[in-house]
């Protein structure tokens, strides 16, 4: 940051002006720290909803899974009992190899109760259920009639085969472990979920009010820059975040209108400064005329007088143009085919007439490029002005294509330029001494126009020695077209 710069207030100027077109931010929500706490909170509740649903589910699947494969390994052992002793020692087998909380059936093909892992499951059968020989089927049951237990309950029923004769093993589990482990774990979740959602909102509003902390200082920094305090800056954070780099962007945007601020008041102060001159001129030459009553001072004073006036209009037509100019920005709004080689002729041809003391030569190229026709004319006008202002005896133009580009060069022998000095020359009211010396000394607008037309239209102005001993400026400009054929002239 620049130490020229003043040091922002820390208090917002309150403003009542409205932009045209604009309306204030809708408050619905509150501000952004507020709408992305609601929106992190929303989300992470949603996740927390469906990631606790799935859960349970998956835990109530596994739960019963388990159930089912002890089903499984209980009518598998019963099933292996009876492919090696039938019948015989069954229900002394059944009691002692059943798990807790099992109730375990063998049941003929008409029904009746052969085997029993309890006294009161030998009268009526737990399921009508007969699959066939090596098929399982497994039933979810609300409840069964003789069982002590509250249900939900499982049943496995699988068909065997034991010395010939079809039997079926009915498996009866609870269910109520794993619905009570289901039911714990939703308990759970109901009192910590809550809390976790609370905590992540908590954290999110804490660490937003943090992040946007700068946010706050920069925008009230914004608010206290008025455009008379163009040259304050807005505080940068220290990290290199977001944050910082808007900060950073709106610097560098300061900079630019503080640039162009002082850029507008120094050319509103020379463009005084030039006109006052030839209006002084003007106004003291009109009362010494009035004031004679022979006529003879009129007489006298005309021929200045009127070269003041041309001078004064001159003037004011280079500012009307660097005004459309910088009003139009950087690219021309009225582009067509411009054939350069043609105003190349016309500027040395005025040249040769409007000086005809100096030796002008032109060659060139045919060349057409793309843009604003009038404001191409002025910049060809402008060097070729600066050149005739210049040159003791000589000017000399060339148009050549290179590359895709066409490049103007217009030499003259002439003082030239100082190498310090090549690169003020083209900004705006700026006059060498050795220019400020000459009568007909120009405005100092001209190559200032020259380079604001050629870097509108996406080309450069550059100043080398030429040559012929004094000044060359070059300007090279993109091509549009080939142009069509036309012989080279001297």
């Keep these: 940051m620049s130490a020229s710069h003043r040091p922002l207030a820390t208090t917002p100027a309150p403003s009542t002006a409205r932009v045209p077109g604009s309306r204030k931010p809708s408050r619905v929500l509150g501000g952004v720290r507020s709408r992305s706490t609601i929106a992190t909170v929303f989300v992470v509740a949603l996740a927390m909803v469906a990631a606790g649903a799935l859960l349970v589910v998956l835990l109530r699947a596994a739960l019963v899974a388990g159930v089912d494969d002890a ?8 099933a292996g009992q009876m492919h090696d002793d039938g019948l015989a020692g069954l229900n002394d087998f059944l009691p002692d190899s059943v798990e807790r909380g099992q109730s375990v059936q063998v049941v003929d093909a008409v029904g009746r109760v052969v085997g029993r892992s309890a006294p009161s499951l030998r009268s009526t059968p737990l399921s009508s259920l007969r699959p066939a020989r090596g098929e399982t089927v497994l039933q979810t049951l609300p409840t069964v009639a003789g069982q002590r237990e509250a249900g939900p309950f499982r049943l496995l029923a699988t068909g065997i085969e034991a010395k010939g004769q079809p039997y079926t093993v009915l498996v009866l589990s609870p269910l109520g472990a794993a619905d009570e482990t289901t039911a714990a774990l939703v308990r759970y979740l109901l009192i910590g979920g809550p809390l976790f959602v609370l905590l992540v909102g908590l954290a999110t509003w804490v660490l937003l009010g943090r992040t946007l902390r700068p946010v706050t200082r920069l925008r009230a920094g914004v608010q206290a820059i008025t455009p008379g305090t163009l040259d304050s800056r807005v505080p940068v954070p220290r990290s290199a975040d977001e944050v910082a780099q808007l900060a950073l962007s709106t610097n560098r945007m300061l900079d630019r209108l503080h640039a162009g601020q002082l850029a507008q008041r120094r050319f ?17 030459g009109l009362e010494v005329a009035g004031a004679d009553p022979t006529g003879d001072a009129w007489r006298e004073l005309a021929r200045p007088l009127l070269e003041e006036g041309r001078r004064m209009q001159r003037l004011v037509a280079d500012l009307l143009v660097l005004a459309t100019v910088d009003e139009r920005g950087t690219t021309p709004t009225t582009a067509v085919d411009v054939d350069l080689d043609d105003i190349v002729a016309a500027e040395g041809t005025r040249l040769r007439i409007a000086q005809p003391g100096l030796q002008v030569s032109a060659s060139w190229t045919p060349a057409r490029v793309r843009g604003d026709r009038a404001a191409l004319r002025r910049m060809v006008g402008a060097l070729v002005e600066n050149a005739g202002r210049h040159a003791r005896h000589a000017v000399r133009l060339t148009l050549e294509i290179e590359a895709d580009e066409a490049v103007l060069t217009v030499d003259d022998d002439g003082p030239g330029i100082a190498l310090a000095d090549r690169e003020r020359v083209f900004e705006r009211f700026v006059r060498l001494e050795e220019s400020r010396s000459r009568a007909e000394g120009g405005s100092g607008l001209g190559l200032a126009i020259a380079a604001e037309v050629a870097r509108r239209h996406g080309g450069t102005v550059s100043v080398a020695t030429a040559e012929l001993g004094g000044a060359r400026f070059e300007v090279r400009l993109p091509v549009q077209t080939e142009p069509p054929e036309r012989p080279t002239q001297p």
């Design 71 to 78: 089903a499984s390994a209980q009518a598998a052992q019963v």
């Design 268 to 284: 509103v102060a020379d463009a005084s400064h030039e006109l006052r001159s030839p209006l002084a001129t003007l106004l003291a």
